[in-house]
């Protein structure tokens, strides 16, 4: 496919996207309802502690009802993805987060918005401290490449910044094998894996610098020329890959580089595996409300 072709499909679906917000009405991403909370407490305290016995049951009683078994009106202002808010979300109206989210969404090759709001202002966050640092950035677990494209669409400099983005990935379609971890098509075809590596490097055209590794990780790891890491971005779905992949590659993070590990919350199997690493290799992981976890490499001096 020509280059030009390439741009006129980057804008066409740009274009689908926008049509179908204009025609959705309401707010995709409000929480509406009221809820109880199934708890209560019978500790006195020293605010009832002078009222003789019956009373203070009573009371407590009262209390209860009122602070917890009343249905309270959800106090949030954003759900998706995970998470239930009423925190400011300021970045939704930078230019370069809106830029950049239409253009994961474009990768989404969907027009509904999937509600990565928070998991992408995540990563740009990592992404834009990280092009301070000498190193390039790696994602392990492309598929159709969403977080990536929001990733480079929010660094205006990419293109003149001479570091590169090695994407590696099977670039199959179909789901992992949990006990293999390979991609098997008794798994089904997964709507978020490449269709195929060609598609994946086209859909990164614009672009310099992006490199597509195809293989099984971690011993593709061997077919590219890494040295210097100044970003991560680990996402195979896989407890075990993952730590091979992490324990490859953590000498080649530089100091301050910054790994976001996309489903450390997401399963028992990542969560423990990678907090295990975490002890071997004595980093600290911040756990973030869409599941994701935070690592910055210091060493101790
Ligand atoms: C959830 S998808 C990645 C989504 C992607 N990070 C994004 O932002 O759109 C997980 C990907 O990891 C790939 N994968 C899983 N295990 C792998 C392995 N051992 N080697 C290479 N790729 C693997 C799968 O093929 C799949 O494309």
Redesign the pocket.
């Known amino acids: 496919m020509h280059d030009d072709d390439i741009t006129e499909k980057v804008i066409r679906q740009k274009r689908l996207i926008e049509e179908h917000d204009e025609q959705t009405g309401g707010n995709q991403f409000l929480l509406f309802g009221f809820a109880l909370r199934p708890f209560f407490s019978m500790h006195t305290g020293t605010s009832l502690s002078r009222f003789p016995n019956p009373i203070r049951f009573v009371l407590k009683l009262y209390r209860n009802v009122r602070y917890y078994l009343v249905p309270k009106k959800l106090p949030f202002t954003y759900f998706g993805d995970g998470v239930a808010t009423k925190s400011r979300m300021p970045f939704l109206e930078e230019t370069s987060f809106r830029h950049a989210y239409l253009r994961?969404r474009v990768?989404?090759e969907a027009v509904v918005d999937p509600a990565l709001h928070w998991r992408v202002h995540q990563i740009i966050w990592a992404v834009k401290n990280c092009m301070k640092l000498d190193g390039d950035f790696v994602?392990?677990?492309?598929?159709?490449?969403?977080?990536?494209?929001a990733a480079l669409a929010s660094v205006q400099e990419w293109n003149d910044c001479g570091k590169k983005l090695f994407l590696?990935?099977?670039?199959?379609p179909?789901g992992?094998d949990p006990e293999t971890?390979?991609?098997s098509e008794s798994q089904g075809i997964?709507e978020?894996?490449?269709e195929s590596a060609e598609k994946v490097r086209m859909n990164f055209s614009e672009w310099a610098n992006v490199e597509l590794v195809k293989?099984?990780?971690?011993d593709?790891l061997s077919d590219a020329r890494i040295t210097e890491i100044a970003f991560l971005?680990l996402?195979?779905?896989?407890a075990i890959?993952e730590v091979l992949?992490l324990r490859r590659l953590w000498d080649h993070i530089v100091e301050g580089g910054i790994v976001v590990l996309?489903?450390f919350g997401s399963t028992d199997e990542q969560n423990i595996a990678l907090t295990n690493l975490s002890k071997e290799l004595q980093f600290e992981i911040l756990s973030t409300g869409t599941s994701q976890g935070i690592i910055v490499k210091y060493t101790r001096r």
Do not use: I, Q, W
């Not at 590696?168 to 199959?172: G, K, L, Q």
């Not at 293989?215 to 971690?218: A, C």
């Open positions: 994961m990768s989404s994602e392990c677990g492309t598929g159709k490449g969403l977080m990536m494209s590696f990935d099977t670039f199959e179909y992992l971890g390979e991609n997964r978020k894996y490449a293989g099984r990780l971690p593709s971005h996402d195979l779905n896989h890959s992949v996309d489903d």
